[in-house]
């Protein structure tokens, strides 16, 4: 997920997909630890998305502040 496809998107939007991302980030979390996880970088990409989109939320969130 690229930073200019994230700050396109609502506040809204962001909340919902951060939602996803979690569940995801949860679910391959239990595949690590029982041994079926497959694409061990997508852990990875999953923990960056989520900071990006916490980020950029911040960002917006300060924005609307000032």
Request: no cysteine; net charge positive.
């Amino acid at each position: 997920m690229k930073a200019a496809d994230v700050r396109s998107k609502t506040a809204d939007q962001l909340g919902d997909e951060l939602v996803k991302l979690k569940k995801e980030q949860f679910n391959l979390r239990f595949q690590a630890a029982t041994g079926q996880l497959e694409k061990t970088a997508r852990a990875t990409e999953v923990r960056r998305d989520i900071a990006r989109i916490k980020t950029i939320l911040r960002e917006k969130a300060q924005a609307g502040k000032a």
